[in-house]
């Protein structure tokens, strides 16, 4: 059953004046003005203002809000009310998130809900911040701890070494004195990722005028991908790993190994 509008009116403003989370969910239509326009027609929606001032309007399907402001948005709301009838109900509650850009123009949201089926705040108190584990740095990390996991005979030189464009994740020498560059990818490897190695392994040849090989790891790698990596004279290490806390684990990992210069 619907609420009542200024019901729901009294919630929303409040949630807004304490700066507590609100959820809104209700039949309303959805017009942007700013850098661009656009107009999003009625239809069933969740509204989120989050203490920030972030504003997102969800639909009833995917990940992303299909409108939005980011933190530090002007957060407003008003009843509606039909100035040609005589009855002094309100007709509808406008909620608005407005930015003032750069160059001083205006940048707004503005949600006007014909009605509300669910309307609510709530204070959270969460200042932790979100601790990502099983990165390609601690992957990376971690695989430079045992390269012979990899092949036996590598010895590590170097980790995040510099390039023209980016670093290689490990930087190695094989059991033949040859320079390896390590790329390391905790998702699905695809075409840009062996495009990327290839361009390492490249940028070493023709700067130390030496033979490279290049070894992409990951957990997976797309058909096309593999391809490629093999037109390309490249090579592939399966990586199996775990994610745990507090750290990542990958399976075959055995021991600490030294890097070149403690060998004696």
Known sequence: MALQLDEAFETVSQAI????????????????EGRAASKLSEGDRL?????????LVHQNGKMNAI???????????????????KKKEPTGIIVRATRRLPNKA?????????????????SLQDDSQLKLYGTERE????????????????????????????????????????????????????LDAVTQLARYVKELRERRG????GILCSPEITPNALTMLEKEGLE???????????????????????????YS
């Open 106 to 122: 205006i940048e707004q949201i503005e949600v006007y809900f014909y009605s509300v089926e669910f309307a609510q705040s709530f």
């Open 47 to 55: 509204l989120v203002v989050k203490h920030d001032g972030t504003f």
């Open 210 to 213: 030496v033979t490279v090989r």
């Open 139 to 190: 992957l990376s990390g971690l695989i430079m701890q045992d390269l012979h996991m990899l092949e036996k005979g590598l010895i590590p030189l170097k980790k995040e070494s510099l390039v023209r464009k980016g670093a290689i994740d490990i930087l190695a020498e094989d059991s033949q004195k040859r320079l390896v560059a390590i790329e390391v990818k905790r998702r699905n490897a695809g």
């Open 236 to 262: 592939y290490f399966k990586l199996d790993y775990e994610i745990g806390n507090p750290s990542a684990k990958i399976r075959g990992l055995e021991k600490k190994q030294k890097v070149l210069g403690e």
């Open 67 to 85: 409108n939005y402001q980011g933190p530090g948005a002007k957060i407003s709301c008003e009843l509606a009310f039909d100035a040609n009838s």
């Open 17 to 32: 004046t304490n700066g507590k989370l609100l959820l809104v969910v209700g039949r309303c239509r959805v017009k942007y």
